[in-house]
Every structure is written in structure tokens, then in C-alpha cells.
């Protein structure tokens, strides 16, 4: 019996370990790793330029493009977690948002999170949740076609909140913009604390003030 359960357990732990996934690469470098439709993602950067962008495959595939080699060489791009919920971290003690630029294609929909302290961030066609946040910059979120939003909240402490969506621009001191619709399904946050955030696309069939 004993042996029966050792055995038991050898085999959930190589399970497990199997939907387990790990890479690590330096800027420069692709990496691409699969990742499920309605995955939860959670991006974590230091500052720089990030463009996500949602594509009909169930794979992440992350570029890095640096203006300096030194940079290139010092950046490294990690990924960890499984299938339907993992990390993507950018680490580098050089890093530049004026010469380093990443690119991030993910499944369509997803559920993403995003933290960094200053920056450029467009969000593209990506169907989900989303929860962005950077202490300095510019948040840009755009979906050609499906705007499904159950609850959106979008603020700045010092700048602008431009929800051309909603044909509502808001700015200056501590603005926020809110709308809610009962017909949507996802829920938008993004907060910048100083900057300006944009919020693009097609606007929706049916829309109610906070």
C-alpha cells in the first residue's frame, strides 16, 4: 500500500510539474509558450513602451526590440505558469522606455493584468477583463469590433481621461470616468497617476452613467 501510494503521488507531481511552464530570454530573443483562450495574464514591467495585442492563436509570443545593445543584453523576459494562468515579468537594471520597445501577442480573449511605473501601454483587440495601472504615462486601449464591457472605470490623479468610445474627455485633477452597462460582460480598470488614458473604439449599443 505504501509503495501504491508513493507511486500515486510521483505521478500527480510529474502532472503537475507538466502543466507547469518556465522560460526565460534576453531581449532580443522570441519566446513563445502556449497560452488558453481565456487565460488569465499578469504583466509586470519595469518602464518602458508595451504594445499587447490579441491574435487567433493559443500561444503567447513576445518580441523585444532595443536602440542600444547594452540594453538588449541587460533585459530579460521570463514567463511562468501554466496554460490558463501565468506571469510575464521584464526585468533589466537599464532600462529605457525611450529605446526599448516590447511587443506581447496573446490569445484574443483574455483576462489581463498589467502593472508598471511609467510607460506607454496600448492594449489592441483583446476581449476580457483588464485591470492597468502605471504611476507615469499613457494607457491606450482599442478594440475594432467587440466593446463589451460590463463596468469600465478609467482615472488619472494629474492629466486626462480621453473616452472617445463614450464621446466623453475628461481632465486636470484627480478625474475619473465610469459607465456601467448591464448588457456587457467584462469589467475595465485603468489608473494613472499622472498621464492620460485613452480608451478607443466603436461605441456601445447601450450605455448608463454611474
Known sequence: MNILNIVGGATLCASTLAGFSQSSVRCGQPLDAPLQRGAELTIVSLSTEIEVVGTDHDAIHVSCRA?????????????????????????????????????????????????????????????????????????????????????????????????????????????????QNNHGEYRLHAHVMTGQIDLLGKNPNSVADE
Do not use: C
Request: glycine share 8%; net charge neutral.
Open 67 to 179: 536602440d542600444d545593445p547594452n540594453t538588449a543584453d541587460d533585459v530579460r523576459i521570463q514567463f511562468s505558469g501554466t496554460a490558463d494562468h501565468a506571469r510575464l515579468t521584464f526585468t533589466g537594471s537599464r532600462f529605457n522606455h525611450n529605446n526599448l520597445h516590447l511587443r506581447v501577442e496573446v490569445p484574443r480573449k483574455l483576462d489581463l493584468a498589467l502593472r508598471m511605473p511609467a510607460g506607454d501601454v496600448k492594449v489592441e483587440e483583446i476581449e476580457g477583463n483588464k485591470d492597468i495601472q502605471l504611476t507615469a504615462g499613457q494607457i491606450s486601449i482599442s478594440a475594432a469590433h467587440a466593446w463589451d464591457y460590463k463596468d469600465v472605470n478609467a482615472s488619472v490623479d494629474i492629466g486626462q481621461v480621453n473616452a472617445q468610445v463614450y464621446g466623453a474627455n475628461k481632465g486636470g485633477f484627480f478625474r475619473a470616468f465610469r459607465k
